[in-house]
């Protein structure tokens, strides 16, 4: 089992743990100095106290203190974890739409920050790597859409390196991001932020993203940029903000079916 434990973090390192952490669905427990807040079918707060949370891959998430088996505050599977940092503190957020509910930690101090690959108990069907991924589409492109080329792996970019940049067959740009497992919103939002990078480099600084609209003063000549997901499977709001954005989505595993 593959575990990432980090001391004292700042906010701004505890943050980068947790994104990668959310990325590859691991077990995440944080220990600190921390106020917790609901807001759903009730309201509630508790002041500034040391107090552990832990979230799981699955959306659950449970406020423990020091006293009792029960957390004192929860979120059930089915929600899903953000973290931001935010006037001085480290927010993590977990919500759920149906019932509309957002249990929302603002750490003041991170002591403790550990993230697990736990997999005990649950049935993966699931097997191979992002790296699997890219091979598979590097050696057999037209898994994207016929006609797509690849040109570059990592292709640097001012929100990153993107995954995989290509062209269509129409010659129109291409980001391809790449998840080995079921993605949710956020996954969405990593890919739009390479696709306006790629946007701005290219010189189209406004106008939405993906959804062929050309920016204000923009000519029919301006390049358009696409946004493709590679993933096994996506989430509703995930989707939705897919096609939002106007990009799409491709279901592949990492590994071929034997």
């Not at 509630?44 to 203190?65: I, M, N």
């Not at 990153?160 to 010659?171: L, N, Q, S, Y």
């Not at 306006?196 to 029919?220: C, F, Q, V, W």
């Not at 996506?234 to 989505?249: S, Y």
């Amino acid at each position: 089992m593959t575990v990432t434990s980090v001391h004292d973090p700042s906010h701004r390192e505890a943050l980068w743990e947790l994104e990668d952490a959310f990325e590859r669905g691991d077990l995440v427990s944080l220990f600190g100095r921390c106020t917790v807040s609901y807001e759903g079918r009730a309201a509630s707060d508790l002041g500034a106290g040391d107090r552990l949370l832990v979230l799981k891959p699955d959306g659950a998430a449970l406020v423990h203190t020091d006293e009792g088996r029960q957390p004192v505050n929860w979120q059930p599977p089915g929600s899903e974890h953000h973290a931001a940092v935010r006037e001085g503190r480290l927010r993590v957020r977990s919500t759920r739409i149906n019932p509309d509910e957002t249990l929302t930690v603002r750490f003041s101090d991170v002591h403790q920050l550990s993230a697990m690959a736990v997999t005990g108990g649950r049935d993966l069907t699931l097997h191979g790597s992002e790296e699997d991924l890219r091979t598979r589409i590097l050696e057999h492109p037209d898994l994207v859409e016929p006609g797509f080329e690849p040109r570059e792996t990592e292709r640097p970019s001012s929100a990153g390196p993107m995954d995989i940049f290509g062209v269509d067959a129409d010659g129109t740009p291409v980001v391809v991001e790449l998840k080995r497992r079921r993605v949710g919103p956020d996954a969405v939002g990593q890919l739009a932020r390479y696709v306006r990078a790629l946007r701005e480099e290219l010189g189209i600084e406004r106008g939405d993203l993906g959804d062929g609209s050309k920016p204000d003063g923009g000519s029919n000549d301006a390049p358009a940029v696409r946004g493709v997901l590679v993933a096994p499977s996506v989430t509703d709001r995930a989707a939705e903000r897919l096609a939002d954005r106007g990009f799409d989505h491709v279901a592949l595993d990492p590994a071929p079916e034997e």
